[in-house]
């Protein structure tokens, strides 16, 4: 999305192309903004007579779990020093005194990890979903290429990020009132005979709290490659050098909001996981 902000001629003379406003509207095409929100599958993993796509997203998924495994240790409980260290200390430590501790209480040194590693994969993500590395990547070797793309943009994947915040919430439940306990627990007191209404409308509750968790998400990160691709369709529906600056620098706008975006959906993501969370293992339940 950064490369979007950059002045047309800019990219033109990297190009080496583009004298007319035809030909912008060529290169136009090529960076389509909502081109990486597609899955596009690599490759194939064969697993035995099954062939599983191995995607662009997945493939996103993966730096970014990599990115951390080998990152996150190097700053977190080890003296290094720096700029990037303090942030992420600052990071942490506000995510647990401030955000985590008065929802959890005495028990949120034991999930708190969890919550760090929620609000770090998804911001990893959402950062990585920036990088236009297709369009790094077809500038460098000229060829159309599928190598990266926003995955927070994907449902599938904001999807699978709430099951695990959906199944650590349960499991959390089960493990301080016990499988029977938790499950009682879950409709509020009541007179009997409406207590089994009260359990249906609850545990629906429960259910759609990862669907909005997913769709969230989703569609936050969507929406700024949507605003990006409108922008830039105006200049191929009005073919005017002043759409086009006004679209560039108005694209270059929306990106900066997207930076801003990927930190408070991070915060939103753990902040809704810690408090469902919170709310399964709390003693009121």
Known sequence: MVLFGLPLRIIADACGRLTTVDKYMGLMAQFNPLAPTESTPLFFVGLGPIKVPFTNHMLMVTIAAIVLAL??????GRQVGGPVRTMIEAICVYLRDQMARPILGHQTDRYIGFVWTVFFMVLTLNLLGMIPSEQIVTILTGRPNHWGGPATANIYVTGGLAAAGFFMTHAAGMRQHGVLGYLASIAPEG??????????IESLGIMIRPFTLAVRLFANILAGHILTATFFGLILVFK????????VLAATAISLLELLVAFIQAFIFAFLSTLYIGLSVSVEH
């Open 191 to 200: 007179p009997w005979w409406i207590r089994p209404l009260l359990f249906v």
């Open 240 to 247: 005017s050098y002043l759409v086009a600056t006004v679209s």
């Open 71 to 76: 990152g996150l240790p190097r700053f977190i």
